[in-house]
C-alpha cells in the first residue's frame, strides 16, 4: 500500500499544558533529523495537536522510514495512513475507505471497529453519522468481515481535518520524551551490558548525553577501547551523537593497587572514577552522572558501597538500573543492540586489579583515612587524566576526534 503520510502519536507530551509546544518542537526536530538517513524526501508538520511526516517523494523506502521513527524518544505510535482530500461529498470518503480496507485485509475473517473523528467541524456528517455509515458500507463490501466495538481486530481510525485521514494500524514507538527537554548527563561507560542501558533509559527520558571510558593501557587493550566506542556508537542511533571521553587511569589505578588495602581496591578505584568523570561532567555543562550499578550486583553495588561512593559526588548520580534484575537488563541490551557487542571477550579496568575478597560494606570514615595517604601521590595524576582526556565525537558509522 502506498502511505502519503504517517502520523505520529505521542503520549506524556499532551499533559504538558501551556509548555507542550516546547516538547513538541523538539519531538519535531528530533524526527527530521532521524529521517535524513532514510530514503526519500519528506516533510514534518504539526496541526492542532497533531504531527505529520509527509511523503514526498515516490520513491521512499517505507521500512527504512520507520525504523528512522521507531529510533525517536517521544514517538508512543506510527500510524501510516492514506490522505484524500477533503470533500464535503461522503462518496469520496467512502471510495477511500473501501479501497484501504479491501488492500489491508482483503476479504479476510476480520472483526473492526470504525472510529472518526470530526477536526474540521464544515464536514456535514457528526463523528458518529460516519461511523455508522462507514461500518455499513464496510459490511456491505466485505461479507466475513463482522464488527465488533468491544475487541475488534482492527480499529478503522478516520479523522477528517485539512485532509480526510485513514489508517488501521498503529506501530509503537519507544516512548519516553523527545531528546533535550531534560538537559545533559555524563555516562560512565564501560565495556560491560549495564552502562549502555542505563545510557538509553536516561536518554528516554529526554537527557543528552555525554561519556566518560577509563583505559588502562597495557593492562587494557586496544581492542577494548574499540569496543567502548562501537557501544557510543549504538547508543548513539537512539540519543544522536555523544562526545566520549577516554580518561588514561593506568597510573591511578597502579596507585591505589600499591598503596591501598586491598580489599578496599575496588570502592576506592570507584570513588576516583566518580570524581574524575564529575570534573568531565561539570567542564562540559553536564547536570549529572548517570551508572549502570545494580542493587547487590558486585561488591562495589551494595547499598554501603554506593553511600560511600555518592559521598565523593557534588553532582546527582543517576542510576535508571538500580533496581533491576540482571537478566532485566540484558532483555534490554538484546532490544537496543549492545548486547552482543558489550558480551565481546575484551576487559575493562574494571575488571583488572580485582580483589580477591572486596569489602561489601565499607566504612566511609575508613576508606577516607586510606585516601589520605594516596591523595598527594594521585592529585598529579588526576590533573593530567582530567586534562589530557581524548574526547571523540560518537555517532553511527563514524567517529571524529575533537
Known sequence: MQYQAFLIKYAEIGTKGKNRYVFEDALVHDIRMKLKRATGSYSVSRERGRIYVNVKSEDYDYEECIDALRHVFGIAGIAPMVQVPLSPDFSVLENAVLSYFKEAYGDSNVSFKAESRRAEKSYPMTSPELDQELGHSILEAFPNARVDVHKPDVKLRVEIRQYM???????????????????????????????????????????????????????????????????????????????????????????????????????????????????????????????????????????????????????????????????????????????????????????????????????????????????????EMVEKAINEAEAILMRKDKAAEI
Open 165 to 379: 485521514n485513514i489508517y488501521g494500524k498503529i506501530i509503537p514507538g519507544l516512548g519516553g520524551m523527545p531528546l533535550g527537554t531534560n538537559g545533559k548527563a555524563m555516562l560512565l561507560l564501560s565495556g560491560g551490558i549495564d552502562s549502555p542501558v542505563a545510557g538509553y533509559k536516561v536518554a528516554k527520558r529526554g537527557a543528552l548525553l555525554e561519556a566518560t571510558y577509563f583505559h588502562a593501557p597495557p593492562y587494557t587493550s586496544e581492542r577494548a577501547k574499540i569496543k567502548v566506542m562501537d557501544l557510543a556508537k549504538q547508543v548513539s542511533t537512539y540519543t544522536g551523537p555523544i562526545l566520549l571521553h577516554v580518561v588514561n587511569f593506568t597510573d591511578i589505578q597502579l596507585a591505589i593497587y600499591e598503596h591501598c588495602p586491598h580489599e578496599e581496591l575496588t570502592i576506592i578505584m570507584r570513588r576516583y572514577m566518580m570524581r574524575i568523570a564529575e570534573a568531565l561532567a561539570y567542564k562540559n555543562n553536564c547536570i549529572g552522572l548517570i551508572t549502570g550499578e545494580s542493587i547487590g550486583q558486585v561488591a562495589s553495588q551494595t547499598l554501603q558501597s554506593l553511600v560511600c561512593t555518592n559521598e565523593v559526588c557534588t553532582l546527582p548520580v543517576y542510576r535508571p538500573l538500580i533496581a533491576f534484575d540482571k537478566q532485566e537488563i540484558v532483555d534490554v541490551a538484546q532490544e537496543i543492540g549492545t548486547y552482543e557487542t558489550s558480551i565481546e571477550p575484551y576487559e575493562d579496568c574494571c575488571t583488572i586489579f580485582v580483589a580477591k575478597h572486596p569489602v561489601t560494606k565499607p566504612i566511609p570514615e575508613k576508606i577516607r583515612k586510606s585516601e589520605e595517604k594516596l591523595a598527594p601521590i594521585v592529585a
